[in-house]
């Protein structure tokens, strides 16, 4: 299998943490950068989040690179604290250190993502997994970039109306719409997205999560600290609105994108159609409307529908068994 060169945006939380490990596993995959923005916590917190993964990895030659501290319009939501309040379960020490800012670039995540993906053109497979800021802020510098890249993986949206930030509005849309609007309609390069919708329906089981925490590698036991107080990881069912919709289970949200990113036979069904993102009004705000009309004119997106649940928890596995 060829070398896949990789550039992750991420508002790292807990499921973007086990995300980007799963990337730093596959033996195919190149990670030019790791771009922050943020979404789950505030944008600090996420470059420190990322700095940890990393070091725990033993990866921390990978660059990781400062981006937006807030949405593209208006004024920001608070930030939830669905994996703690800073993102990783509020377990780690140092977080009041300010020696990590040595270890994160001096050059802007948006400046970044538009150099590397100029430096390999056609070449780039790049991965959304939380707000789109900085995809949006790179299109508005530099309007060839969706032309540069050779793919892009989004996590995010919705499918069939139900959201858990909104009732209509997946998180990563509703925490930017306009953000969101803007890479969908201007990103003409293939994309493929995973649902909120998407990612529950094809979720995992407790004892699944029991067994991938249990290994005796330092990625594991990492990922077990990290849950380990963090009220979403409680294996009983809940006012979660993905326990309420869908029932109780384990679900790795942003890992989807990535392995499907790694690993295209993961996805065994993707719906083709032209997409929009909802920005006005409030209940809809930041949904994703799927065309099967075809009068909207948008791009065609692939949307995906169903997961091989067998290859995906084998490759979630193995992502947590870097010593």
Known sequence: ??????????DCGIDDAQAIMLALSSSNVKILGITCCFGNTDVDNVCQNVLH?????RRTQIPVFRGAASCLVGVGKEFKNHFGTDGLGDVLPDRDSENWKTQIKKEHAVNALIRL???HPGQVSLVALGPLTNLALAVRMDPSIPQKLK????????MEGKGNMMPCAEFNFCMDPESAHVVLEEYVCPTHIATWEFTCRNKLSWEFFDEMVSQDTAAARFMKKITSK??????????NPKDVIFGSGFVPYDSYAVAACVDDSVITESIECGVRVEIQGELGRGMMALDFTGKLKSHCVFVMKTCDLTKFSSILMASLQQP
Not at 230 to 239: D, K, L, T
Request: net charge negative; glycine share 6%; aromatic share 8%.
């Open 117 to 119: 993906v100029k430096e």
């Open 53 to 57: 993964v990393l070091s725990v990895c």
């Open 151 to 158: 793919e892009l993986y989004i996590m995010g949206g919705n």
């Open 1 to 10: 299998m060829s070398e896949k060169l990789m550039i992750i945006d991420t």
């Open 230 to 239: 963090c009220w979403a990881f409680s294996h009983e069912p809940s006012n």
